[in-house]
């Protein structure tokens, strides 16, 4: 089983990139809107959403061993989460609830990101497989 390292940096930035872009976009929308209420529902919906585009991207672009690199992106992802998770929640929540507090709730978020990441991988696989065939099926 060789695996081709540039086609899950690929997928991973496809998808990070997409889950980073989005919350800028509703905020965006949500300023000219003027619906501040909705705010951290809006941006949750949309990181999720963006997660399964990107999946869905990912998916189309990787045609030969799809499940295979979806479930390694994923878990280059979810990798990405817990850095996310520790180095930016972390050091904001320290001086309120204290270091280790704070370290306990980014790994506690991880934890509880690995299905939706996986979730997200399986529903974006799937639209993926509706859109665009695998190669070696075809045969």
Same mark, same amino acid.
């Given at each position: 089983?060789?695996?081709?390292?540039?086609?899950?940096?690929?997928?991973? =930035?496809?998808?990070?990139?997409?889950?980073?872009? %989005? &919350?800028?976009? =509703?905020?965006?929308?949500?300023?000219?809107?003027?619906?501040? @209420?909705?705010?951290?529902?809006?941006?949750?919906? @949309?990181?999720?959403?963006?997660?399964?585009?990107?999946?869905?991207? @990912?998916? *189309? /672009?990787?045609?030969?061993?799809?499940?295979?690199?979806?479930?390694?992106? !994923? +878990? %280059? =992802?979810? *990798?990405?989460?817990?850095?996310? #998770?520790?180095?930016?929640?972390? &050091? $904001? /929540? @320290? &001086?309120?609830?204290?270091?280790?507090?704070?370290?306990?709730?980014? $790994?506690?978020?991880? +934890? #509880?990101? +690995? &299905?939706?990441? #996986? !979730?997200?991988?399986?529903?974006?696989?799937?639209? %993926? =497989?509706?859109?665009?065939?695998?190669?070696?099926?075809?045969?």
């Amino acid at each position: 089983m060789q695996i081709k390292w540039k086609i899950i940096f690929r997928n991973s =930035v496809i998808v990070i990139g997409t889950f980073l872009v %989005s &919350p800028v976009i =509703v905020t965006l929308v949500i300023m000219l809107a003027n619906a501040y @209420s909705l705010v951290n529902l809006a941006i949750r919906g @949309s990181q999720l959403g963006s997660k399964v585009l990107g999946f869905f991207i @990912s998916g *189309c /672009l990787t045609t030969r061993e799809r499940w295979k690199y979806l479930f390694l992106t !994923a +878990l %280059s =992802v979810w *990798c990405f989460d817990i850095a996310r #998770f520790c180095f930016v929640t972390s &050091p $904001i /929540l @320290s &001086p309120t609830i204290g270091r280790e507090n704070a370290f306990k709730f980014a $790994i506690i978020n991880a +934890l #509880f990101e +690995l &299905p939706i990441t #996986f !979730a997200t991988m399986l529903i974006g696989g799937s639209f %993926s =497989v509706l859109f665009k065939r695998d190669n070696s099926s075809l045969s």
